[in-house]
T-cell receptor, first 115, second 113 residues
Framework: GAVVSQHPSRVICKSGTSVKIECRSLDFQATTMFWYRQFPKQSLMLMATSNEGSKATYEQGVEKDKFLINHASLTLSTLTVTSAHPEDSSFYIC???????????FGPGTRLLVL | GESVGLHLPTLSVQEGDNSIINCAYSNSASDYFIWYKQESGKGPQFIIDIRSNMDKRQGQRVTVLLNKTVKHLSLQIAATQPGDSAVYFCAENYSGGYQKVTFGIGTKLQVIP
């Protein structure tokens, strides 16, 4: 089946620094990718929709200047958490839509800890 | 931000018994529904899906039932195994919503050996 990878799998950073998370579709092209955030014992909350070659669409309450999304190719989307603070510590999960299979595949997630 | 003290609903079942996990969805316009399994520290894993023109769909050891009248979805797992222990999420999608999937709150399934 289709595979979506994320890198890094976990990252620890200091408050005020920026962190970039990559999401790759490994054997299919994804014009649309999604970024989710999940806090402990909670559900996945959609942050934004990443569209190849165009600007991302952010959900209500998500700061676009803080969570920068770039979808420069059909297999790669990146999420940059700028000026990270401890409250940004969370599990960030991406998914990629395989148009041919009409299915969304999820990545393994990235655990971010901001000290 | 993080909600301190929030606990997922938990369902405990004996190994070998059948499990039924329920979900209420919110958008009456949703026409595609998915069940995901999430193990600790991992991303969601697709289990089974159903479109709104169906009310039942069966997979290997799993069955999904859809009741559009009351906006209710259930996942039945037959002969539950220890490896089924995980958090299960239902998710809904509206085909006019550009593949955007909205997740429910999740249910933690604990299988007692």
């Amino acid at each position: 089946g289709a595979v979506v990878s994320q890198h890094p799998s976990r990252v620890i950073c200091k408050s005020g620094t920026s962190v970039k998370i990559e999401c790759r579709s490994l054997d299919f092209q994804a014009t649309t990718m999604f970024w989710y955030r999940q806090f402990p014992k909670q559900s996945l909350m959609l942050m934004a929709t990443s569209n190849e070659g165009s600007k991302a669409t952010y959900e209500q309450g998500v700061e676009k200047d803080k969570f920068l999304i770039n979808h420069a190719s059909l297999t790669l989307s990146t999420l940059t958490v700028t000026s990270a603070h401890p409250e940004d510590s969370s599990f960030y999960i991406c998914s990629a839509h395989d148009r041919a299979q009409e299915t969304q595949y999820f990545g393994p997630g990235t655990r971010l800890l901001v000290l | 931000g993080e909600s301190v003290g929030l606990h997922l609903p938990t369902l405990s079942v004996q190994e070998g018994d059948n499990s039924i996990i329920n979900c209420a969805y919110s958008n009456s316009a949703s026409d595609y529904f998915i069940w995901y399994k999430q193990e600790s520290g991992k991303g969601p894993q697709f289990i089974i899906d159903i479109r709104s023109n169906m009310d039942k769909r069966q997979g290997q050891r799993v069955t999904v039932l859809l009741n559009k009248t009351v906006k209710h979805l259930s996942l039945q797992i037959a002969a539950t195994q220890p490896g089924d222990s995980a958090v299960y999420f239902c998710a809904e999608n509206y085909s006019g919503g550009y593949q955007k999937v909205t997740f429910g709150i999740g249910t933690k399934l604990q299988v007692i050996p």
